[in-house]
């Protein structure tokens, strides 16, 4: 499992070891998740599971989305503290 701070840096070590699966946000230091995610499928095509807070179910965020590529999208706020094997258990779910 890997973990990068911003989208230019997971883009580096994507280079150099291509993920079974990514989690992005939508808000995200110097370069949205949206246009991440659009770089990303047009670069190396991958499970991209798309997790935030901030976007409300229906919002026009979540069919951009889906139209530049995410295989999962999981909306609203975090009501609990899941274990870490648990979150990674939901994400290769995807």
């Known amino acids: 499992m890997g973990v990068a701070q911003d989208p230019i840096i997971a883009a580096q070590k994507i ?16 370069m949205d998740g949206l246009t991440f995610l659009r770089k990303i499928m047009q670069q190396h095509p991958m499970p991209v599971a798309i997790c935030s807070s901030l976007v409300c179910p229906g919002a026009d965020t979540l069919d951009k989305a889906i139209k530049y590529g995410a295989a999962e999208i999981k909306v609203g706020g975090v009501s609990k503290v899941m274990p870490l094997d648990q979150i990674s258990d939901e994400i290769f779910r995807v």
């Open 15 to 30: 280079k150099r070891q291509i993920p079974d699966v990514i989690t992005l946000d939508i808000e995200m230091p110097r």
